[in-house]
């Protein structure tokens, strides 16, 4: 008998963690979730900021997430400093891998923007990733890579799949 009600008080403790919302603020290492409203429809991804030591100036800003109603293909945004090349557009390596291009937008006050959708490959890679590189390029086209740490990822992505 104890045996049964120790199971099932484990399997009811798994069934929240799987049905628990992504909290606001909530870090999972170097990965933070973030949420707000649009048009009355609440959505949450995880980000990291990345700024210049010495300066406090963000150098890089990315966010991972779900598209509202999409749960199934998660999307990277990319935002990057003012003054960029865009003809190059940008790209993100995981570990050792090739990288994934992707173009970048527009520029905005805050910086140029670029995304795309994480097919279930670049996905896995992500996952199992220990470090990723985004590389854009300076208005002399001089690559300038930056480091991101994976740490967390598989985790605060996950947290996100049951947001409303």
Not at 73 to 91: K, N, Y
Not at 116 to 133: P, V
Not at 141 to 146: C, D, G, N, T
């Amino acid at each position: 008998m104890q045996k049964k009600i120790t199971i099932t008080a484990v399997l009811l403790v798994s069934s929240a963690l799987v049905l628990a919302k992504p909290v606001d603020g909530k870090s999972f290492d170097d990965w933070t979730v973030r949420c707000e409203k649009h048009h009355g429809q609440k959505s949450c991804f995880i980000y990291q900021n990345l700024v210049l030591q010495g300066a406090g100036s963000r150098l890089l800003h990315i966010a991972v997430g779900y598209l509202p109603g999409e749960k199934q293909v998660p999307v990277i945004l990319v935002s990057m400093p003012l003054g960029i090349s865009l003809p190059p557009g940008a790209s993100i390596r995981i570990d050792d891998n090739e990288p994934i291009r992707f173009q970048i937008e527009r520029c905005e006050p805050q910086g140029c923007r670029g995304g795309f959708k994480l097919s279930k490959e670049m996905l896995k890679m992500f996952n199992q990733g220990k470090t990723a590189t985004v590389i854009f390029h300076d208005g002399r086209r001089k690559a300038i890579e930056v480091p991101l740490s994976l740490k967390g990822f598989s985790e605060g992505l996950k947290s996100l799949r049951n947001q409303t």
